[in-house]
């Protein structure tokens, strides 16, 4: 079974800071990491993903994510935030054979003031 | 090249009631999925079609929820009849092989009165 935890359902920087959201995942076998991206009242939009290969993965927008198996983390940065950058943020996971339905985490609802 | 198409936008119907969403993929993509994203909570899986096959239904609650995948391309899910937890976004995702990335269409926001 696979699993998504992302810490912290809300998430507060200002503008110009470091954005850190926090993914771990559990997967019994090697997964697919994904993170995505949901203005309001849009869909999803993928951010970045891991397949295999470089563990250090970028994204769109100045996002990059590290797979971490050790820790079975799978952590979202961006150096400098910026006031677009407020949104709901969604890491998932999936099997990395076979039918990859996407597991996704509750979310983290980033907000960017002044 | 077009994105995932969704309609309606916006629904309200009264508990008990029969509602209908349509989904067009991307064209070519062999995968649909359907996921119903509650407030508060990440996206879950309905049902996911290759081609016109379902491949994965196994939190579909049968018993009020069916889709069909017309002719391997548009997709229609339907509630009937709805209960006041169905209030959600339903999400219609579309991809390439199953392995591929999937790209999502705006969603219908569902709201059960």
């Known amino acids: 079974a696979q699993s998504v935890t992302q810490l912290g359902s809300h998430v507060s920087v200002s503008e110009g800071a470091l954005v850190l959201l926090r993914c771990n995942y559990s997967s019994s076998v090697p997964p697919y990491l994904f993170w995505y991206v949901q203005y309001p009242n849009q869909g999803l939009q993928l951010l970045l993903k891991y397949t295999t290969g470089a563990t250090l993965v970028k994204g769109i927008n100045g996002f990059e994510a590290e797979f971490k198996k050790s820790e079975t983390s799978f952590h979202l940065t961006k150096p400098s935030a910026h006031m677009s950058d407020a949104a709901e943020y969604f890491c998932a996971v999936s099997r990395s054979s076979g039918y990859n339905k996407l597991i996704f985490g509750a979310g983290t609802r980033l907000a960017v003031h002044p | 090249e077009a994105g995932v198409a969704q309609s309606p936008r916006y629904k309200i119907i009264e508990k008990r009631q029969s509602v209908a969403f349509w989904c067009n993929p991307i064209s070519g993509h062999a995968t649909l999925y359907w996921y119903q994203q509650i407030l508060g909570q990440g996206p879950k899986l309905l049902i996911q079609?290759?081609?016109?096959?379902?491949?994965?239904d196994s939190q579909l609650p049968k018993d009020r929820f069916s889709a069909e995948r017309l002719k391997g391309v548009d997709s229609t899910l339907k509630i009937q009849p709805a209960k006041l937890e169905d209030s959600a976004v339903y999400l219609c995702?579309?991809?390439?092989?199953?392995?591929?990335?999937?790209?999502f269409g705006p969603g219908t926001r569902l709201l059960v009165l």
């Open positions: 079609f290759q081609n016109n096959g379902v491949v994965d």
């Open positions: 995702a579309s991809s390439l092989p199953p392995q591929e990335t999937q790209y």
